[in-house]
């Protein structure tokens, strides 16, 4: 892994005469980074003392085709280093909101505790594990996966005001919590958040899918894009890493960090 942005010794052109290869290993970066090296790298930002704004940040991974998954799945286009960098985010967030597809098709499992990460979280106030918040209008999800009856923190279930009763008591009856946010049959990113933060959680991840996270960037609530190009390329008609409508005006994000390694890309974006 090496930083290639900002810029550091790390990113530092060899001297004459010398190959990149003939560094010591670390020289340029290329070592595999650990685990509280990638924590502090991922910090949330600090908010200022007594601040518990929620900061939104979602975790994405893209062909250089724009292709979000390959056979309806994100893994085919993931690598072991975006895989750990996928469980740093989840270690350091208080909960991870996703669509209800993608628990669906990409087979989600409860977060689960890491020893790594225990004393971090517990300093940062945090419980052993995230909770996770599934973004759904019409519940129609399988209340027996162990996401629902066996997490260390209780799975939420994020709906509009005009859900089924009989699916709310389903979720209720596996042991989510289940969160009103939105008047109607589907919930309103906005509320989301608010809500979320009202349960105290404030640092917030989202992993998708496509069809989620154009909702939040529609509604203006995303404050950070964690972004992984993978070197491939896949064509056909897979969507890209947000869905949906368009926004009025392209919302510029400013670019906070980008790290490289065996020609993937992690990319970090904030909004300025």
């Keep these: 892994m090496r930083r290639l942005f900002p810029v550091t010794d790390q990113t530092a052109a060899p001297t004459p005469g010398e190959a990149a290869g003939d560094r010591a290993p670390g020289a340029a970066g290329e070592r595999e980074w ?8 991922y910090a949330y930002p600090e908010r200022g003392p007594g601040r518990r704004e929620p900061w939104l940040r979602a975790n ?9 998954q390959h056979d309806g799945r994100s893994q085919p286009i993931s690598s072991a280093t975006d895989m750990r960098i996928f469980g740093t985010l989840r270690a350091l967030a ?3 909101v996703v669509g209800a ?13 890491r020893a790594e990460f ?15 918040a599934v973004v759904t209008a019409g519940l129609e999800l399988d209340f027996t996966l162990p996401l629902f009856t066996s997490p260390l923190v209780p799975t939420l279930i994020l709906t ?15 042991g989510a919590k289940v969160v009103i946010c939105g008047d109607g049959v589907g919930v309103d990113p906005v509320r989301v958040v608010q809500a979320l933060a009202e349960l105290g959680h404030t640092r917030l991840l989202t992993e998708g899918g496509p069809r989620l996270l154009g909702q ?8 950070e894009l964690c972004l992984t190009i993978a070197p491939m390329l896949t064509a056909g008609g897979a969507q890209r890493i947000a869905g949906g409508p368009s926004v009025p005006v392209p919302e510029r994000f400013a670019l906070d960090s980008l790290l490289e390694e065996d020609g ?9």
Excluded: H, N
């Excluded at 650990?34 to 790298?41: C, P, R, V």
């Excluded at 509009?160 to 596996?174: H, L, M, T, V, Y």
């Design 34 to 41: 650990s685990l509280a090296e990638l924590a502090a790298a």
């Design 60 to 68: 994405m991974v893209s062909t250089l085709d724009g292709a979000a």
């Design 94 to 96: 208080d909960v991870v």
């Design 101 to 113: 597809e993608t628990v669906r098709q990409e087979g989600y499992r409860p977060a689960r505790a």
């Design 118 to 132: 225990a004393a971090m979280r517990e300093a940062a106030g945090q419980g052993p594990a995230p909770a996770i």
């Design 160 to 174: 509009g005001a005009a859900a089924a009763p009989d699916r709310i008591a389903a979720a209720e009856k596996a």
């Design 216 to 223: 939040l960037v529609a509604s203006g609530v995303l404050d």
């Design 264 to 272: 993937f890309l992690f990319s970090r974006y904030r909004r300025p």
